[in-house]
């Protein structure tokens, strides 16, 4: 079985310039969360859904960062314009709804110069 | 906030038994304990969950102490490719809102020495 497949794994864009990550979850799971992370930090989550609706996004800093999940499967994550504060690693995660496990992706490292 | 307390760092020789303490003094009843790690340059990979019984798995067993108020997840033989960051979780699985959120700390960063 395919795990979650993000891209691209990496990115490098100069500041102002907008970039956007795409993450395909496991079939069949409706839970998909995005999460940033900066070196030697854990995770922080920016934005959760379930199918096609997004039941947490009080973390996504709406002023530049956007996110969808169109149909309630694949997901794309979207900052316009990238600061230099924004390098980091972007992770997709996704899990059947009501269980505990969660699979992540590889994450896409985004350099902002 | 994340809703547990881990240590920064623990060492352990290869072959011997590794125990990461977790403090979650303020779970309320609903909520899981869960366990992931982060191997170097990987997406956390889930080990265990429990509620109030002590669990256990191919990877790993899992401790709950009976006030629920603390945890250790138990490496029986850890072995070099057990080097990673280990995060401890309280969660209640939910559909909807912020509950069912997973929220990181910082983990306990194991280091398997041969």
């Known amino acids: 079985e395919a795990g979650v497949v993000q891209s691209p794994r990496y990115k490098i864009i100069e500041k102002k310039q907008p970039v956007a990550f795409w993450c395909n979850p496991i079939?069949?799971?409706?839970?998909l969360y995005w999460y940033l992370q900066n070196l030697g930090q854990g995770p922080e989550l920016l934005i959760r859904y379930e199918n096609e609706e997004a039941v947490d996004d009080s973390q996504l800093p709406k002023d530049r960062f956007s996110a969808e999940r169109l149909k309630g499967v694949d997901s794309t994550l979207k900052i316009q314009p990238a600061e230099l504060g924004d390098s980091a690693v972007y992770l997709c995660?996704?899990?059947?709804?009501?269980?505990?496990?969660?699979?992540f992706g590889q994450g896409t490292r985004l350099t902002v110069v | 906030d994340a809703k547990t307390t881990q240590p920064t760092s623990m060492d352990c020789a290869e072959g011997r038994a590794a125990n990461l303490p977790c403090n979650h003094s303020?779970?309320?009843?609903?909520?899981?304990v869960y366990w992931y790690r982060q191997i170097h340059s990987q997406g956390p990979q889930y080990i265990i969950h429990g509620l109030k019984n002590n669990e256990t798995n191919e990877m790993a067993s899992l401790i709950i102490t009976e006030d629920r108020k603390s945890s250790t997840l138990i490496l029986p033989h850890a072995t070099l490719r057990d080097t990673a960051v280990y995060y401890c979780i309280v969660r209640v699985p939910s559909y909807g809102g912020s509950q069912g959120n997973l929220i990181f700390g910082k983990g306990t960063k194991l280091s398997v020495k041969p």
């Open positions: 079939s069949g799971h409706n839970t």
């Open positions: 995660a996704s899990s059947p709804t009501g269980t505990a496990e969660a699979f």
């Open positions: 303020t779970i309320s009843g609903n909520e899981y």
